[in-house]
Nanobody, 126 residues
Framework: QVQLVESGGGSVQAGGSLRLSCAAS????????MGWFRQAPGNEREGVAA???????TYGNSVKGRFTISKDNAKNTLYLQMNSLKPEDTAMYYC????????????????????RGQGTQVTVSS
């Protein structure tokens, strides 16, 4: 059983930065593909970024160049550094782990992961 707990969300003005963290069960970050997806009210889930077991990262076009996904296997923690935030980035952000793919996945697959956290709200005002 994989457990994921997000933190770091909040409110920020456009152009600002936030860093999300996801504390995971032991060995999760080193064994599985992990990532972040977001969902705004009335919208579908959107894959934001994913990082596979060997550290290769992929990003959605809407965040590429502004967001950076990383992980610390020693701390079993996943991060999402979000810079140059825009009002359209406002959403609930979820940490996710995909345990069925042998450690590999892309950002667009992270929305269907078999484990996810409870979410952390990010609000960007103009």
């Amino acid at each position: 059983q994989v457990q994921l707990v997000e933190s770091g969300g909040g409110s920020v003005q456009a152009g600002g930065s936030l860093r999300l963290s996801c504390a995971a069960s032991a060995y999760t970050t080193s064994s599985y593909c992990m990532g972040w997806f977001r969902q705004a009210p009335g919208n579908e889930r959107e894959g934001v970024a994913a990082i596979d077991s060997i550290g290769r990262a992929t990003y959605g076009n809407s965040v590429k160049g502004r967001f950076t996904i990383s992980k610390d296997n020693a701390k079993n923690t996943l991060y999402l550094q979000m810079n140059s935030l825009k009002p359209e980035d406002t959403a609930m952000y979820y940490c996710a782990a995909e345990t069925r793919s042998g450690g590999y996945c892309y950002f667009f697959q992270i929305t269907d992961s078999d484990y996810r956290g409870q979410g952390t709200q990010v609000t960007v005002s103009s």
